[in-house]
């Protein structure tokens, strides 16, 4: 028996973070922010802050990308871009107090809908779907290295 066409990995995959992200965006929205930006903020450290070639990568984008979200971040007086001491081309990108309170709220939501879901699946539920989410992008990068190569 066939499976439709919607009963893919990459389809349920594809369904369940355009929910998740249609979620989080209507909350971020809610205090004049993104999905982006509020992703963005939590992988700012808050004590140290971060290059924003280092911080690329931690959001999947290649550097020159980030330009957009960090002027609206900036222009918000979330984040505040530093050149590096020893050299000026780099910048770090620092969290503002408030750019802090930003993070605070994102991790809240994060981690308040996180429990949600434990509550109503499990908890054995989702350290199982961690687990296969683990196998299936370990699985979807070695077939892209075999693709690349």
């Known amino acids: 028996m066939s499976k439709k066409h919607t009963e893919t990995v990459d389809s349920k995959l594809k369904t369940a973070w355009q929910v998740v992200s249609r979620m989080y965006n209507a909350e971020a929205s809610l205090h004049d922010l ?23 990568p931690l959001l999947g984008m290649e550097s020159t990308s980030l330009s957009r979200i960090t002027l ?36 809240n939501v994060v981690r308040n ?4 879901v434990e509550v109503k699946i499990g908890k054995n539920k989702v350290d199982d779907f961690f687990k296969t989410m683990d196998e299936i992008t370990a699985l979807a990068e070695h077939r892209n290295k075999l693709i690349k190569n």
């Open 34 to 56: 993104t999905i982006s930006m509020g992703h963005f903020l939590l992988n700012i450290d808050s004590h140290d802050g971060i290059y924003g070639s280092d911080l690329a």
């Open 72 to 107: 609206s971040l900036e222009k918000k007086k979330l984040i505040q871009r530093i050149p590096d001491k020893e050299d000026g081309r780099k910048m770090k990108i620092v969290l503002t107090t408030k750019g802090k309170a930003a993070k605070e709220l994102a991790k």
């Open 113 to 116: 809908f996180n429990h949600l």
